[in-house]
T-cell receptor
Framework: GQQVMQIPQYQHVQEGEDFTTYCNSSTTLSNIQWYKQRPGGHPVFLIQLVKSGEVKKQKRLTFQFGEAKKNSSLHITATQTTDVGTYFCAGRGAGNNRKLIWGLGTSLAVNP | GEEVAQTPKHLVRGEGQKAKLYCAPI?????VFWYQQVLKNEFKFLISFQNENVFDETGMPKERFSAKCLPNSPCSLEIQATKLEDSAVYFC?????????FGPGTRLLVL
């Protein structure tokens, strides 16, 4: 079945360092979404990427969708303590099924 | 409403007891999703609805889990005869199109 692998599982950085999480799908995706879940909270939608090679920025966050629409990355520049949480990617297959295939998430810890 | 509401926030059940969780989707959203999240972060998809119809139930352990979304009522997820491994946070999400909006979750503890 379709799988979305996400790495790394955990990342511990010093405040000010950069952070990147990667997602790889076993099949071509129609789109990929990114969510952030703060500790004890619920996932909150960050962004959706649809086009091959698409790059979107939100302040210090840069999201990329691969040319083959099978991989994606989220890069945070100069992390802050407010970036702490788990970042999930969720890919939607190319069919009509609205089920998202979730990655296992990358938990980010930031040392002040 | 403008937010997904889930009740109760916490639920404690003895092994073998029934648990029932509720979700009120955002008004106007036609899709509802249920997920189970255990300690290791993994989101396990359980079931989705398009209005009151089951859209995808491939994640549901059908022996003990059931779910409904009836008109003019909150959606519900029911677990008959809970087991220890059912302890998790159960999230409900609703969507109009692509973006899923999550509720705060119900934390179920089975003792």
């Amino acid at each position: 079945g379709q799988q979305v692998m996400q790495i790394p599982q955990y990342q511990h950085v010093q405040e000010g360092e950069d952070f990147t999480t990667y997602c790889n799908s076993s099949t071509t995706l129609s789109n990929i979404q990114w969510y952030k879940q703060r500790p004890g909270g619920h996932p909150v939608f960050l962004i959706q990427l649809v086009k091959s090679g698409e790059v979107k920025k939100q302040k210090r966050l840069t999201f990329q969708f691969g040319e083959a629409k099978k991989n994606s990355s989220l890069h945070i520049t100069a992390t802050q303590t407010t970036d702490v949480g788990t970042y999930f990617c969720a890919g939607r297959g190319a069919g009509n099924n609205r089920k998202l295939i979730w990655g296992l998430g990358t938990s980010l810890a930031v040392n002040p | 409403g403008e937010e997904v509401a889930q009740t109760p926030k916490h639920l404690v059940r003895g092994e073998g007891q029934k648990a029932k969780l509720y979700c009120a989707p955002i008004k106007g959203h036609s899709y509802v999703f249920w997920y189970q999240q255990v300690l290791k972060n993994e989101f396990k998809f359980l079931i989705s609805f398009q209005n009151e119809n089951v859209f995808d139930e491939t994640g549901m352990p059908k022996e003990r889990f059931s779910a409904k979304c009836l008109p003019n009522s909150p959606c519900s997820l029911e677990i008959q005869a809970t087991k220890l491994e059912d302890s998790a946070v159960y999230f409900c999400a609703s969507s109009l199109r692509e973006t899923q909006y999550f509720g705060p979750g119900t934390r179920l503890l089975v003792l």
